[in-house]
C-alpha cells in the first residue's frame, strides 16, 4: 500500500507560484500513474493533472492548462506540482493520488492512495 505525504503548500499572492511536493513510500513508485486533485471551500474534489508512469504523458484540468505542470522523479518516489501564475479561485486543499488503472483521469473511487492534503491560499 502506497503512503502519500504532500508539502509545499502555504500563502501565496495572486500572479504567483508555488510547487507542491509529493513523496511517496511503501510501494513501487513507478508503477502507480500519479496526480493531483484539489477541493476548494465548499465544494467537491476535482482533478487537476496526472503524469504517467515514465512521465511522458500528461494531463491536466481546462482550468489549469498552460499554468500547472506536473512532474515525477521515479528515482525520488516524488511527485510535483508547479503552479504558476496562480489565481485567488486556484485556492484549495490540495490531495496527490495515486493509482494503477490505464486512464489519466481516473474516478475518485479507482485512486489506490489519497495523501492528507495540504493547503494552498492565494491572494487577491
Known amino acids: 500500500q502506497v503512503q502519500l505525504v504532500e508539502s509545499g503548500g502555504g500563502l501565496v499572492q495572486a500572479g504567483g507560484s508555488l510547487r507542491l511536493s509529493c513523496a511517496a513510500s511503501?510501494?513501487?513508485?513507478?508503477?502507480?500513474?500519479m496526480g493531483w486533485f484539489r477541493q476548494a471551500p465548499g465544494k467537491e474534489r476535482e482533478f487537476v493533472g496526472a503524469i504517467s508512469w515514465s512521465g511522458g504523458t500528461t494531463s491536466y484540468a481546462d482550468s489549469v492548462k498552460g499554468r500547472f505542470t506536473i512532474s515525477r522523479d521515479n528515482a525520488k518516489n516524488t511527485v510535483y506540482l508547479q503552479m504558476n501564475s496562480l489565481k485567488p479561485e486556484d485556492t484549495a486543499v490540495y490531495y496527490c493520488a495515486s493509482w494503477s488503472i490505464g486512464t489519466m483521469t481516473p474516478p475518485q473511487n479507482r485512486v489506490n492512495a489519497w495523501g492528507q492534503g495540504i493547503l494552498v491560499t492565494v491572494s487577491s
Open positions: 511503501g510501494g513501487t513508485f513507478s508503477r502507480y500513474l
